[in-house]
């Protein structure tokens, strides 16, 4: 294996801390560039060129310019070089460069058969509540899926895909609303998404949890179309972001090209801010509302052409986050056959973190462009100190309406405070939260050259406002819903959250209400009552669908208890916590020398106390370990890169509990337990309400983290859980609940005590 030098050159500056901190390059002094070398099979070079291309820089291997972005008929000819093979290297990072590329690989029309099912609109009768537990040797039904997944990643179907279609066709066929599938991780329920949809012929929504789920369903089916969040676009108006001059958008309209300026993006473009502004490059509205997608898409703008192939496509995929926020802001999107939603089970708290709100410090600081806490220690003038200081304190101090922002000081809400004085607080802080919001609304209007927002601080202050907006009209209609919590250990408070208890009145609006049918499928629903009540189904709507067994053989995916490391509750962490868990680790870490292994840590403090246990008394696995930041792109290029090269890396992360495909893993190290944190004044009134809903919380993140892996069938894994507590919330629990009586039987059988 050798080694390539790589080069990144152009208007680097304005990306100059991802391409050190984050693409692992050094900048050149002498030649006023970026460099590096690995080694010639690294996917790092994969990652850097699709940063370049996205960023427009020049990209150099060993001398040779793979990449300018001054040169269409070379980038056009690198543009082909994408080919299915290939597609396994997408991920998050790079998803938005090759939409355009992706739809060339695939016609979705040459991908088997389509419509062999006859559909019909559920009936609006309910048919009472249904459920099916699949087991493994439960028959298959006489039809031929494996015809609708030829030429596709998917042929042939496994027997548990196939055991689960046949009840989820006759349900969709007897008109139920809602049809619930618990399929174990790894069975492969993208491809259920897809068979589903094609085997009716109905247009169908496919909503993953993350944009990285997002990815992997184009990944497997290209000929899928997506689309996200505007801030992914440019706009093709070479205006400054937030315009909000109709004169000037106009002019500028009037000139347009194909090419993108790259003055804004589409999230702060005039078709937002320019009241009154028709923009020809967006799609024209309908007299009874919503958008006409029979235009053609090539002369739309990126977002709007991304829209408007997705919608013609049968298949629409789209993050939940980006879902929901354009399904409230109007009639965008219409109602399609089937709503279909991958990892279900996060969908309830997806729902509840779209209407939270935390005003933090931290958030006042980008918002009225304050020195850092970073910024006073780095400053060596006691003069310079003393005016940041004075500059965060005037903004910090207690909201007071005369140039104070800070947050008002409260008593944090317990489980016994009193609802009138429940309500009394929140109308103080609706107060406070109109006039932050009337500043901030004040402040983007700002067009001093001086002082007026950039881009990122206009999209930031854009959301903020938002999302004020939203929590506003929350309160003011359903006060009862909502719980607060103040910091209460300063003089000036450094934050205070907002979060709804409950979010099953407003899911239909919020999503819900995109699909006649709607298909939710998960690996961990566990239990079907408290699932279908936090999202307010109906239970005479709702055919429960669910397997019993898991596909893959009980010898591959041991899960085992006798290590055992520290005690990490709140109240037990400490030095040498963190050190037995270190030495449980280490010890798991020896018996596989030239393996790859995951630590699963549950929190960011546990992962902070074990990765600095390692260091200082395992350096040897310490050596091992592979971390990330919490920047998405560096944090899903990591992924890749720890998927993708041969050699024994640990990775230990936080992120990796759901969604991870750890096929490439031999060993698993679950940490601690993961219950819900009682600090949290949400979910302790939601545990203290329903002590069943945290049961059930915990038990499915384990389910999910133990599920890490083994994702096929000749794939072996071995889970380790070194909470010393484990055994006894397993066996007998908190008020005599134990994991056992909730936890998949697969799972539960799969424990391995004390060897």
């Given at each position: 294996?050798?080694?390539?030098?790589?080069?990144?050159?152009?208007?680097?500056?304005?990306?100059?801390?991802?391409?050190?901190?984050?693409?692992?390059?050094?900048?050149?002094?002498?030649?006023?560039?970026?460099?590096?070398?690995?080694?010639?099979?690294?996917?790092?070079?994969?990652?850097?060129?699709?940063?370049?291309?996205?960023?427009?820089?020049?990209?150099?291997?060993?001398?040779?310019?793979?990449?300018?972005?001054?040169?269409?008929?070379?980038?056009?000819?690198?543009?082909?070089?994408?080919?299915?093979?290939?597609?396994?290297?997408?991920?998050?990072?790079?998803?938005?460069?090759?939409?355009?590329?992706?739809?060339?690989?695939?016609?979705?029309?040459?991908?088997?058969?389509?419509?062999?099912?006859?559909?019909?609109?559920?009936?609006?009768?309910?048919?009472?509540?249904?459920?099916?537990?699949?087991?493994?040797?439960?028959?298959?039904?006489?039809?031929?899926?494996?015809?609708?997944?030829?030429?596709?990643?998917?042929?042939?179907?496994?027997?548990?895909?196939?055991?689960?279609?046949?009840?989820?066709?006759?349900?969709?066929?007897?008109?139920?609303?809602?049809?619930?599938l618990e399929c174990p991780t790894g069975s492969g329920k993208s491809a259920l998404a897809k068979t589903i949809a094609q085997a009716f012929g109905v247009p169908s929504y496919i909503v993953t949890h993350l944009k990285g789920l997002q990815a992997q369903y184009l990944k497997e089916m290209p000929y899928m179309k997506s689309v996200m969040g505007r801030g992914n676009y440019d706009c093709l108006l070479d205006v400054e972001a937030g315009c909000e001059d109709v004169s000037v958008a106009q002019a500028a309209l009037e000139n347009v090209t194909d090419k993108s300026p790259e003055t804004c993006s589409a999230a702060l473009a005039p078709c937002k801010y320019a009241k009154g502004f028709k923009c020809t490059k967006m799609n024209p509205s309908k007299e009874m509302g919503g958008l006409d997608f029979s235009v053609d898409a090539n002369n739309l703008c990126g977002y709007y052409s991304a829209l408007t192939?997705?919608?013609?496509?049968?298949?629409?995929?789209?993050?939940?986050?980006?879902?929901?926020?354009?399904?409230?802001?109007?009639?965008?999107?219409?109602?399609?056959?089937?709503?279909?939603?991958?990892?279900?089970?996060?969908?309830?708290?997806?729902?509840?973190?779209?209407?939270?709100?935390?005003?933090?410090?931290?958030?006042?600081?980008?918002?009225?462009?304050?020195?850092?806490?970073?910024?006073?220690?780095?400053?060596?003038?006691?003069?310079?100190?003393?005016?940041?200081?004075?500059?965060?304190?005037?903004?910090?101090?207690?909201?007071?309406?005369?140039?104070?922002?800070?947050?008002?000081?409260?008593?944090?809400?317990?489980?016994?405070?009193?609802?009138?004085?429940?309500?009394?607080?929140?109308?103080?802080?609706?107060?406070?939260?109109?006039?932050?919001?009337?500043?901030?609304?004040?402040?983007?209007?700002?067009?001093?050259?001086?002082?007026?927002?950039?881009?990122?601080?206009?999209?930031?202050?854009?959301?903020?406002?938002?999302?004020?907006?939203?929590?506003?009209?929350?309160?003011?209609?359903?006060?009862?819903?909502?719980?607060?919590?103040?910091?209460?250990?300063?003089?000036?408070?450094?934050?205070?959250?907002?979060?709804?208890?409950?979010?099953?009145?407003?899911?239909?609006?919020?999503?819900?209400?995109?699909?006649?049918?709607?298909?939710?499928?998960?690996?961990?629903?566990?239990?079907?009552?408290?699932?279908?009540?936090?999202?307010?189904?109906?239970?005479?709507?709702?055919?429960?669908?669910?397997?019993?067994?898991?596909?893959?053989?009980?010898?591959?995916?041991?899960?085992?208890?006798?290590?055992?490391?520290?005690?990490?509750?709140?109240?037990?962490?400490?030095?040498?916590?963190?050190?037995?868990?270190?030495?449980?680790?280490?010890?798991?870490?020896?018996?596989?020398?030239?393996?790859?292994?995951?630590?699963?840590?549950?929190?960011?403090?546990?992962?902070?106390?074990?990765?600095?246990?390692?260091?200082?008394?395992?350096?040897?696995?310490?050596?091992?370990?592979?971390?990330?930041?919490?920047?998405?792109?560096?944090?899903?290029?990591?992924?890749?890169?720890?998927?993708?090269?041969?050699?024994?890396?640990?990775?230990?992360?936080?992120?990796?509990?759901?969604?991870?495909?750890?096929?490439?893993?031999?060993?698993?190290?679950?940490?601690?337990?993961?219950?819900?944190?009682?600090?949290?004044?949400?979910?302790?009134?939601?545990?203290?309400?329903?002590?069943?809903?945290?049961?059930?919380?915990?038990?499915?993140?384990?389910?999910?983290?133990?599920?890490?892996?083994?994702?096929?069938?000749?794939?072996?894994?071995?889970?380790?859980?070194?909470?010393?507590?484990?055994?006894?919330?397993?066996?007998?629990?908190?008020?005599?609940?134990?994991?056992?009586?909730?936890?998949?039987?697969?799972?539960?059988?799969?424990?391995?005590?004390?060897?």
């Amino acid at each position: 294996m050798g080694f390539l030098v790589v080069r990144v050159c152009g208007k680097t500056f304005p990306h100059r801390h991802e391409l050190k901190n984050t693409l692992g390059l050094e900048y050149d002094f002498r030649n006023k560039d970026f460099k590096g070398a690995f080694p010639s099979e690294s996917q790092r070079m994969t990652v850097i060129e699709q940063f370049c291309k996205k960023n427009r820089l020049s990209f150099f291997v060993d001398g040779e310019e793979l990449y300018n972005p001054t040169d269409k008929k070379k980038n056009e000819k690198a543009q082909t070089k994408l080919t299915l093979d290939e597609l396994d290297n997408l991920d998050e990072f790079n998803l938005g460069e090759w939409l355009p590329i992706l739809e060339q690989v695939a016609d979705e029309k040459d991908i088997g058969k389509v419509g062999v099912v006859k559909w019909n609109e559920p009936s609006e009768i309910g048919k009472g509540f249904k459920e099916v537990n699949i087991e493994e040797n439960t028959p298959l039904i006489k039809f031929d899926f494996d015809e609708l997944s030829k030429d596709t990643h998917f042929h042939p179907l496994r027997d548990i895909q196939k055991q689960v279609l046949g009840p989820m066709m006759e349900a969709i066929k007897d008109g139920y609303k809602n049809i619930v599938l618990e399929c174990p991780t790894g069975s492969g329920k993208s491809a259920l998404a897809k068979t589903i949809a094609q085997a009716f012929g109905v247009p169908s929504y496919i909503v993953t949890h993350l944009k990285g789920l997002q990815a992997q369903y184009l990944k497997e089916m290209p000929y899928m179309k997506s689309v996200m969040g505007r801030g992914n676009y440019d706009c093709l108006l070479d205006v400054e972001a937030g315009c909000e001059d109709v004169s000037v958008a106009q002019a500028a309209l009037e000139n347009v090209t194909d090419k993108s300026p790259e003055t804004c993006s589409a999230a702060l473009a005039p078709c937002k801010y320019a009241k009154g502004f028709k923009c020809t490059k967006m799609n024209p509205s309908k007299e009874m509302g919503g958008l006409d997608f029979s235009v053609d898409a090539n002369n739309l703008c990126g977002y709007y052409s991304a829209l408007t192939k997705a919608q013609n496509s049968m298949y629409f995929v789209g993050n939940t986050a980006y879902m929901m926020a354009i399904n409230k802001s109007g009639k965008v999107l219409p109602q399609r056959p089937f709503l279909i939603v991958d990892e279900a089970h996060q969908l309830a708290s997806n729902m509840m973190s779209f209407h939270s709100l935390t005003v933090s410090q931290k958030m006042l600081e980008k918002l009225f462009r304050l020195p850092t806490k970073t910024d006073i220690t780095n400053t060596k003038s006691v003069k310079k100190k003393d005016e940041y200081q004075k500059q965060r304190e005037t903004i910090f101090k207690m909201f007071d309406g005369k140039g104070s922002f800070g947050v008002p000081k409260m008593t944090t809400m317990t489980l016994n405070t009193p609802s009138a004085e429940r309500k009394k607080v929140l109308q103080t802080y609706g107060r406070y939260l109109f006039a932050l919001h009337t500043e901030v609304k004040l402040k983007m209007k700002d067009k001093d050259s001086q002082t007026k927002y950039d881009k990122r601080e206009l999209s930031y202050a854009s959301n903020c406002v938002a999302r004020i907006e939203d929590l506003l009209g929350s309160i003011a209609t359903d006060w009862e819903n909502w719980v607060y919590q103040v910091d209460e250990q300063n003089e000036y408070p450094t934050w205070v959250g907002f979060k709804p208890l409950k979010v099953a009145d407003y899911s239909d609006e919020l999503l819900l209400n995109l699909g006649q049918q709607r298909i939710f499928m998960s690996g961990t629903i566990l239990n079907y009552d408290i699932f279908g009540r936090e999202l307010g189904l109906k239970p005479e709507e709702t055919a429960f669908i669910s397997v019993d067994y898991s596909p893959f053989p009980e010898k591959n995916r041991p899960i085992y208890t006798h290590i055992k490391g520290g005690k990490l509750s709140r109240k037990d962490r400490g030095e040498d916590s963190y050190k037995k868990c270190a030495d449980a680790i280490a010890t798991i870490a020896a018996k596989y020398p030239e393996k790859k292994g995951l630590i699963l840590p549950f929190t960011d403090d546990i992962e902070n106390g074990i990765v600095e246990a390692l260091k200082d008394n395992h350096p040897l696995v310490y050596a091992r370990l592979r971390q990330h930041s919490k920047m998405p792109k560096e944090r899903d290029a990591v992924f890749r890169e720890f998927e993708e090269e041969q050699n024994n890396e640990i990775l230990i992360s936080t992120y990796a509990n759901q969604g991870f495909d750890g096929k490439m893993v031999d060993f698993t190290v679950i940490a601690k337990v993961p219950f819900g944190p009682l600090g949290d004044i949400q979910v302790k009134t939601k545990a203290e309400n329903d002590p069943k809903w945290y049961q059930l919380m915990t038990a499915v993140e384990l389910a999910q983290m133990a599920g890490r892996c083994v994702r096929s069938q000749t794939d072996t894994g071995h889970t380790y859980i070194i909470d010393p507590s484990f055994m006894f919330h397993f066996e007998r629990g908190m008020k005599n609940n134990p994991l056992a009586r909730v936890l998949p039987p697969y799972i539960a059988t799969s424990i391995i005590r004390n060897k």
